[in-house]
């Protein structure tokens, strides 16, 4: 079985910081790429930011702002969020393209998701 865990949500003000992280376990031979999504109330689901290999990508509304990391050898990723705002109000879910052990493609693997609101 493979999946994918975040933690680190919550509520925190306007201004403030928070780090969610994300682990992969499970019979996962190689991952491919990393990212984090986000979806608020009533509105469509929307990628935050991005990892493959030495490529990162920021969605404009967060540049500056967050930062995503990634520890290739433990299957782990974090993203650091710094100036929050309510607008990032959001759940946040953990997302990765993997190969899994005895299961032929690429897997597009999803965390249960992280709740991160901020107070204004």
């Known amino acids: 079985q493979v999946q994918l865990v975040e933690s680190g949500g919550g509520l925190v003000q306007s201004g403030g910081s928070l780090r969610l992280s994300c682990a992969a376990s499970g019979s996962i031979f190689s991952i491919k790429t990393m990212a984090w999504y986000r979806q608020a109330p009533g509105k469509q689901r929307e990628l935050v930011a991005s990892i493959k290999g030495g490529d990162i990508n920021y969605a404009d509304s967060v540049k500056g702002r967050f930062t995503i990391s990634r520890d290739s050898a433990k299957n782990t990723m974090d993203l650091q969020m710094n100036s929050l705002k309510p607008e990032d109000t959001a759940v946040y879910y953990c997302?990765?393209?993997?190969?899994?052990?005895?299961?032929?493609?690429?897997?597009?693997?999803w965390g249960q998701g992280a709740l991160v609101t901020v107070s204004s």
């Open positions: 997302n990765s393209v993997a190969v899994v052990r005895g299961m032929p493609g690429l897997h597009d693997l």
